[in-house]
């Protein structure tokens, strides 16, 4: 189990989790042609399948290289539908907040001491 939260943390810094929320609505919701959508589902089971096997195995496998085009096309579909249906602003909260994580806590970038900016994005 540590090596899996280990694993989910890093992605998330990496890529600030906005575009993994938003690429999950468009698998859940089936959204894009049919065409995106057949290419899209094959790409994302096989990248789960790099990922347990990064998990299963003592290999240093970066799936998320191999994922993160996939993710960010599967995110493009969730946003553009998003603000379609007049939901811009949630779709700028979730890349403002993936955004916010990448600055707050990249070493080349930091201009806040990261608890000062997780407090910040969180409002408190």
């Known amino acids: 189990v540590g090596h899996l939260g280990k694993l989910a943390q890093e992605r998330l810094l990496k890529v600030g989790g906005g575009p993994f929320i938003l690429a999950f609505l468009t698998v859940r919701r089936r959204l ?25 195995t003592p290999f240093a496998l970066r799936f998320e290289y191999f994922a993160l085009p996939a993710v960010a096309l599967a995110a493009g579909l969730a946003a553009d539908d998003l603000v379609e249906r007049g939901r811009a602003r949630l779709v700028g909260l979730a890349l403002a907040v993936s955004l916010l994580v990448q600055l707050a ?18 409002g408190i």
């Open 32 to 56: 894009g042609p049919p065409a995106l959508r057949r290419l899209l589902q094959p790409w994302l089971a096989a990248a789960g399948v790099f990922a347990l096997l990064a998990l299963l």
């Open 105 to 122: 806590l990249h070493p080349q970038y930091q201009v806040l001491p990261a608890q000062q900016a997780m407090e910040s994005v969180a």
